[in-house]
């Protein structure tokens, strides 16, 4: 597996996201909600890979919910970088692209996603197919 790593700009956040897929092969998707997209939110996933997401100071972590409140949203305090979106029913995630140092081999045309007409149940279905498990350090 390669291991791609990044963070917030601060350095408060770190991530490791773990897979075999090669970063021009990775689906990128650009979620058309409206917090994504005040974000310039890129995101990527691997079912069969791994993120893993290691915080300094908690405290300075921000968990931001809306719509279905079915994620967290994992934003910065100190820098407001928005890092990733972890499941709340199952420890699953999707890292923003924007956050890891080798971003720009991340080079495929995003994939404009709209998933407002989903409900709970299907949204929940669709992270647990299709987002990667995470691991979670607080320091």
């Given at each position: ?27 990128v998707?650009a ?5 994504c997209?005040?974000?310039?939110s ?6 069969n ?15 931001y ?10 934003i ?5 970088v ?29 994939v ?15 992270r ?9 350090s607080?320091?």
């Open positions: 597996m390669t291991v791609h790593t990044g963070g917030c700009h601060c350095g408060n956040i770190r991530l490791e996201f773990s897979t075999e897929l090669e970063p021009p092969q990775t689906e998707r979620c058309q909600c409206s917090f997209i005040r974000h310039g890129r995101a990527v996933a691997d079912p890979g791994r993120l893993v997401i290691s915080v300094k100071d908690q405290t300075q972590l921000q968990r919910q809306f719509g279905l409140r079915t994620a967290d949203y994992l910065c305090r100190q820098c407001g928005y890092v990733a979106a972890i499941a709340r029913d199952d420890a699953r995630a999707i890292v923003i692209i924007n956050a890891l140092d080798d971003r720009e081999r991340f080079n495929r045309e995003p404009r996603v709209d998933f407002d007409a989903e409900s709970r149940a299907q949204r929940q279905a669709r647990r197919t299709h987002w990667m498990p995470v691991e979670m607080l320091g």
